[in-house]
């Protein structure tokens, strides 16, 4: 059971509703980490905003490539979970990309450069090589691109800090870190 309530969508402060409304309207369902953020209309403002202009950076197997090594590192089931669902059925990922990227690799050459530098910035907080950076070059990502996926991997800090520390309740077929990739 989570230890941070998860309201539920009438019991969140009214400036969060809307929010949660387009949340439901875009994915046919709210997952309990957004009614969980809802708590602080500040916080989902923000997260949603974020979210939203991070949905144009990069494409979405890479976004979910380095939310996959970012959750298996932080070791947030909840992350992994959704994920790992959303990795197979939206971005369309096979099972074994999956395996690779809770490992911090992908398949993908230009790919597994952006999830190995993922990992090691939330694995070293940060204070990365030159060489790594260069590897991130070498394989064709721009310097905005490196700040975009800095930018993925932090947000997915954030939910994974919050869903490590609410325990919150899984709402996808559940994957769980412990059961290393």
């Given at each position: 059971m ?11 402060p009214e400036a969060?509703?809307p ?9 046919g ?8 953020i ?16 991070l949905a ?9 490539r ?34 690779l ?31 790594d ?16 996926i ?23 077929p559940?994957?769980h ?5």
């Amino acid at each position: 059971m989570s230890r941070l309530t998860i309201p539920a969508r009438d019991d969140v402060p009214e400036a969060s509703k809307p929010i949660l409304d387009a949340v439901h309207k875009q994915l046919g369902v709210v997952p309990n980490m957004f009614r969980l953020i809802a708590a602080s209309p500040a916080a989902l403002q923000g997260f949603t905003g974020n979210n939203g202009a991070l949905a144009r950076a990069l494409d979405v197997k890479t976004r979910e490539r380095i939310a996959l090594a970012v959750a298996q590192v932080n070791r947030c089931d909840y992350c992994l979970s959704a994920h790992s669902y959303l990795g197979l059925n939206l971005a369309k990922i096979t099972p074994d990309e999956i395996t690779l990227n809770r490992r911090g690799q992908s398949g993908d050459a230009k790919a597994d450069a952006a999830v190995r530098f993922a990992a090691k910035v939330v694995r070293d907080r940060g204070h990365v090589s030159d060489g790594d950076i260069k590897a991130v070059r070498d394989a064709g990502f721009s310097d905005g691109q490196i700040v975009e996926i800095i930018a993925v991997t932090a947000e997915n800090i954030f939910t994974n800090l919050l869903n490590v520390v609410a325990q919150t309740d899984i709402d996808f077929p559940v994957v769980h870190a412990a059961e290393a990739a």
